[in-house]
């Protein structure tokens, strides 16, 4: 990983002058992006814990994933100007309301949060017992215990995907009504259910991503008198939000903390270099099948279960290997190291078209985020801020995965748009029903 250290912050450089002042906001994808990635590349390139060594192909192909990923930003900064120049005459005699319809959203909300409160039965038994949140972790990732087909299908296609969906949800609710609301306290205790049933902690990494960009989309003096009134709530969330976090952490690890943080912000390259030359050694080009998973799956699952058939074979082997990646513990450094996961969005583009696939899929990656930016800074929309948190939520966990090869990530999308509603007017409004 050395050889990509420097020209990453030459990049990084580059990117951080020619970008327009309007664009320097700590929330921007590219910046944001590199910074990320020069930091897993440092971390990789210490091979502390005798991590594995990545090997320069690997390495190069990681570094032209984000040139190409830097080149669609700049590209689309220069259409997205000269677009919005040649029809701001056209956007100052209408403008948006935003609202949402609280009644259907908490209802939802409770479905999910009598789902992860039954779930976490079984979790909680385990800890009463002397159980370990590793051990939880480990038996949440067994999806052979779940046998009734309509489970299988309410987690993945509804209390999945809007829990993802509401986590944002709440987080605008917050900061628009200015205080604590029912949709915030309720996204607490789903979250910690969530945390006690499966082990995780992403949901805690995603809220708190959330109300840091948020929080400066809405950065201004409102938003400072609403920290001055709200410190001591807002600090014992805090609290307990990192001592939970430290909690699971300690509870899930046999080694030291700091060692364990190392290798999930390290490993990544390592992964990358194995998987992809697993691909090679089996012959496997996905050809959009690895990356566009999350838009197939659902597809395919309705059709299958509808007429009673299995799925196509293309798919089938796509499918396998990404499951394979998940179940699958490999060696990361010398010893009795082993990860699975966290192969990086990277490997889902290599495994459908290799060199190319990546240089192109960081190409359409990157035009999706850009754009998205862009209109955010434009609009102020609040509909497009929740969009535009979830693809920030993909692209700091880019070091796991790529996320819309996850079907849950897809149709939370879906949701956002169902349930944050707009209409014009000519008059700026932001309010909640």
Request: with cysteine.
């Amino acid at each position: 990983m050395n050889t990509i250290l420097f020209p990453l912050l030459t990049l990084l450089a580059v990117s951080v002058f020619l970008q327009p002042k309007r664009y320097r906001v700590g929330y921007n994808p590219l910046i944001s992006f590199l910074v990320i990635w020069l930091l897993i590349s440092f971390l990789s390139s210490l091979r502390l814990f005798n991590l594995f060594d990545v090997s320069t192909t690997a390495a190069r192909m990681i570094l032209y994933g984000l040139i190409s990923f830097s080149v669609a930003y700049y590209i689309c900064l220069i259409a997205f100007d000269f677009l919005s120049s040649r029809m701001q005459q056209n956007t100052n005699s209408r403008r948006t309301i935003v609202y949402f319809n609280e009644s259907i959203i908490c209802f939802f909300a409770i479905i999910c949060l009598v789902y992860y409160i039954l779930s976490s039965f079984r979790s909680i038994t385990s800890l009463l017992h002397g159980g370990s949140f590793e051990m939880i972790r480990g038996m949440a990732q067994s999806n052979g215990k779940i046998s009734n087909q309509f489970i299988i299908f309410l987690y993945n296609f509804f209390i999945l995907p809007f829990s993802y969906a509401f986590e944002i949800i709440a987080v605008l609710d917050y900061w628009m009504k200015r205080r604590i609301g029912k949709l915030f306290l309720l996204n607490l205790l789903i979250m910690l259910f969530r945390m006690v049933s499966d082990g995780g902690r992403t949901t805690l990494f995603d809220f708190i991503i959330y109300m840091m960009i948020a929080g400066h989309f809405f950065i201004g003096k409102q938003v400072r008198e609403i920290f001055n009134k709200q410190r001591v709530k807002l600090l014992a969330l805090l609290f307990l939000g990192v001592g939970v976090l430290t909690l699971i952490t300690l509870s899930r690890s046999s080694y030291s903390v700091f060692r364990q943080l190392y290798f999930y912000f390290s490993m990544s390259p390592v992964m990358f270099n194995y998987w992809t030359e697993y691909v090679d050694s089996i012959g496997f080009t996905g050809n959009g099948i690895v990356s566009l998973n999350g838009f197939i799956f659902p597809v395919l699952f309705v059709l299958k279960n509808l007429v009673n058939t299995t799925y196509p074979s293309f798919f089938q082997n796509g499918y396998d290997l990404i499951a394979l990646t998940d179940s699958q513990w490999i060696n990361i450094a010398r010893g009795k190291t082993n990860a699975n996961a966290y192969v990086s969005t990277f490997w889902f583009f290599y495994a459908d078209g290799k060199l190319i696939g990546i240089i192109i899929g960081m190409f359409l990656y990157g035009i999706v985020a850009a754009l998205t930016f862009m209109l955010l800074q434009k609009t102020r929309s609040i509909r497009v801020l929740a969009i535009y948190l979830l693809i920030m939520q993909g692209l700091v966990f880019s070091f796991i995965r790529f996320p819309f090869a996850k079907s849950y990530y897809v149709l939370a999308f879906i949701f956002i748009l169902l349930l944050i509603k707009q209409k014009k007017t000519r008059r700026t409004i932001s309010r909640i029903n």
